[in-house]
Each structure stands twice: as structure tokens, then as C-alpha cells.
């Protein structure tokens, strides 16, 4: 099949670890390379935000990125692009009306990227699938007056769920999200991400530790809703263990990031600063390296519409221990791959973490457990079939019958 990705602002070939660099970014490239794989045709539309992108890029994986020229050549944060969305419909519809090249689907992922998916959809009649990856009503029930989302953006989602021809939700917490905006549960089918099984194994290099001293592995995007201040009040309960983060912006840009400081001045405030350690950005292709220097991975978020790097520590092989929402539901099985928390609360936190690293043979126990798991449910290769099967049942119902007479 001919796919088109639609991604406004998660570019698959940006730089992870900013404020808006993170999980979109890896489903997006991660499944278009996996539609490839499978011997299908993907070209992924992201806005263009640097005057020097060519407009078409060829990735390693063998999908096309498309620079669309929407809105100012330069970074714009995520909740600033609305007003973009419809010159970025448009731009589509000519590309895809005057062009050599036609999607038969479109896969959008975001809710603004549905926006301009959707315009783009109705006035060339192909199918529009969505994938919202956060959920607006999730982040105001959690962020409150901190919240920037634009301010129709609930109202834009409930338009989305009730206008495309089919909405992929990545967990069950998420259906019931959706449900209770008034999407219709008929028009969703649940198809949670996948993890890179090649890039994320137990075998392989690790990054070096200090001997003697267990490893506490954190990862993800240096924003509060990470629940990283958490992890770093846990530590006290930890004695010995070392905690280290990985995320942000690269190293040597630590000093001048604000949440860095927050948290080292924290963990020097809670007594473990010297057992706390922020090393910024990490390639990908360097992450599995970390995970399998770790005991055990700890992902604290408040909320989480899915969770990629608890996935990527349980291919190689570490137990996780992680707050009881969103996807982590799903994808940590409590008492079997790891153990499950409640969200903000450390001393919770630390009392798990203190009690798998104390128990040798329980730990070993979920590793493998992880590791089976992360294997037989959640290869991306799945996932691409399981979504090609969606495809091709919304492209089905827009392809015109041939009447012979």
C-alpha cells in the first residue's frame, strides 16, 4: 500500500531527548521502517522548521520524509502550531492532487496532525486513520492551569474521534478515555506500540558502572510530568543504589537547562546527590548499551499514553518498576515483569525499588519474564500487520465498486 505518516511536529529524523522530541518520534520512524520492511510504500509529512531541509529526505529505513512548508522555517513549540494546520492541509491536497504520488491511506498521528490529515482526506477522498499518542482531557486533568494546550483542543480531539474512519488506541486506559469524550467505541481498534527487538536485546555492550554499587536507569524527556523529581526523592530510600537519568538536551547543555538544575539541586537538598546522575542526550542507537547496564528501570510518570522505554528495558532484559497509569498498565504485568506504583508518591516508589534490588532471585525473575514478554507481544513487525489489516479495511470501504454491465 501507498501510507502516508502525517506528523506536524515529531519528526522521525529529529534529535531525542527535547521538550518535544520523544515517544511520537520513535512510533512514527520505528513503524514506518517496519511498513517498509513489510514491502510497503511510506512517506512521512512533518513541518518543515529549518530554511536548509530539502523537501523530500530519504531515510536509512527506506521511507521518504516530507518537509511541509507550513508556517515559519524555524522551531515552533508544539502548542504554537495550530494556526499552521490548515495551511498544512493544503499544501497536501496539492501534493497529493497534482503529484505522482498518492496515498491510499493516511495515518495521523497527533491530533493536529489529524486536523490536516483530515482536510486533506476529504477533499481527496482517501481514508484518514488517527492516533492521538496524548490525550488532551488526560493532560488537564493532571497539568490543570500549567496546561498550554490551545484552548479548543478537547473539542478538536472529540471532532477527530467522530470524523476519521478509524482511531488506533494504544492501551485500554486510552478507550476509556475516549468513551467517556463521546468517541464511539466502534470506531476504535487498540494497537499498542512496538520496540525495535534487533536495537533492544539482552546481549550486547553495556555502558560501564561502578563496581558493587546496583544501577537505577530513568529515561525520558526532561519534563516534570516525567515524574523524575519522584525518582529522586525515592533515592533516599535506596542506600547504596546510584540513580542515573538519561535525557534533556546533551551534556554539556545540562548546566543551563532548568529542570537539570531543579533536579540536582533536589537531589543535593534530599542527601544523594552523589548517587544521582544526569548524562543528557543519548543516541539511540547507543540506549540499549544503558539499559543493560541497569538492575532496573524506573519509569515514574504522572500520566502515560503508552510508555516506549519501559518496552525497550524489558527487550533487554531489566525488570521495571513503574506508576500504575496509562499504558504501563498494559505493557508492565505487576508481579511478573515488575511492579507496579502509585504516581507521585516516593516513599511507594523507594520501598519497591529497595525490595527488588534486595531480592537476587525475583529480579532475575521478572528479567525474563520482561524479556518474553517484550518478544511475543510488542515486536514492531506485529504491530505493522496489525495496522496494515486496518488499512486496508478503511481503503476497502473507499475504493469504488466496479460495475460491469
Known amino acids: 500500500m501507498r501510507i502516508a505518516m502525517i506528523s506536524e511536529h515529531a519528526s522521525p529524523l529529529a534529535i531525542l531527548g527535547g521538550a518535544d522530541a520523544g515517544g511520537q518520534n520513535t512510533h512514527v520512524a520505528e513503524l514506518s521502517a517496519a511498513l517498509v520492511a513489510a514491502g510497503h510504500d511510506v512517506r512521512v509529512y512533518t513541518r518543515r522548521d529549518a530554511v536548509d531541509l530539502p523537501v523530500t529526505v530519504r531515510s536509512p529505513d527506506g521511507y521518504d520524509v516530507v518537509h511541509v512548508p507550513a508556517g515559519p522555517a524555524e522551531p515552533v513549540a508544539k502548542d504554537g502550531l495550530l494556526p499552521h494546520m490548515g495551511p498544512f492541509g493544503a499544501w497536501l491536497i496539492d501534493r497529493w492532487r497534482g503529484g505522482d504520488w498518492a496515498p491510499e491511506v493516511v495515518h495521523a498521528h497527533f491530533w493536529m496532525s489529524g486536523l490536516a490529515a483530515l482536510d486533506a482526506g476529504r477533499e481527496t477522498g482517501v481514508p484518514v486513520v488517527q492516533t492521538y499518542h496524548a490525550l488532551g482531557t488526560v493532560k488537564r486533568r493532571h497539568q490543570g492551569v500549567q496546561d498550554t494546550s490551545p484552548a479548543r483542543r478537547i473539542a478538536y480531539e472529540r471532532h477527530l474521534g467522530r470524523s476519521v474512519d478509524r482511531v488506533i488506541a494504544q492501551c485500554r486506559d486510552e478507550v476509556g478515555e475516549l468513551v467517556r469524550m463521546g468517541v464511539p467505541r466502534s470506531a476504535m481498534t487498540v494497537v499498542p506500540s512496538g520496540v525495535n527487538l534487533e536495537t533492544f536485546a539482552p546481549l550486547g555492550l553495556a555502558t560501564e558502572r561502578e563496581p558493587g554499587r546496583t ?186 465498486t466496479r460495475v460491469v454491465a
Open 215 to 400: 544501577r537505577i536507569l530513568t529515561v525520558g524527556r526532561l519534563v516534570e510530568r516525567k515524574g523524575f523529581q519522584t525518582v529522586v526523592r525515592a533515592m533516599e530510600h535506596v542506600p547504596e543504589a546510584e540513580c542515573v537519568v538519561v535525557g534533556g538536551p546533551p551534556a554539556g547543555l545540562l548546566e543551563t537547562d532548568p529542570y537539570a538544575r531543579r533536579l540536582r539541586a533536589l537531589a543535593g537538598s534530599c542527601g544523594v546527590a552523589e548517587r544521582v546522575r544526569l548524562v543528557g542526550a543519548v543516541p539511540r542507537e547507543e540506549m540499549g548499551r544503558w539499559y543493560r547496564s541497569a538492575d532496573v528501570l524506573v519509569a515514574a510518570p504522572w500520566y502515560e499514553p503508552f510508555g516506549l522505554t519501559p518496552l525497550e528495558a524489558m527487550a533487554c532484559g531489566v525488570p521495571v518498576v513503574a506508576t500504575a497509569v496509562g499504558g504501563l498498565r498494559d505493557t508492565v504485568v505487576d508481579g511478573v515483569t515488575g511492579d507496579l506504583v502509585p504516581a507521585r508518591d516516593p516513599r511507594a516508589l523507594g520501598a519497591a525499588l529497595r525490595a527488588l534490588l534486595d531480592d537476587r532471585i525475583r529480579r532475575f525473575a521478572y528479567a525474563g519474564a520482561a524479556r518474553a514478554r517484550a518478544r511475543r507481544h510488542y515486536s514492531w513487525a506485529v504491530t505493522a500487520q496489525r495496522l496494515v489489516e486496518v488499512y486496508d479495511e478503511v481503503a476497502t470501504v473507499h475504493r469504488p
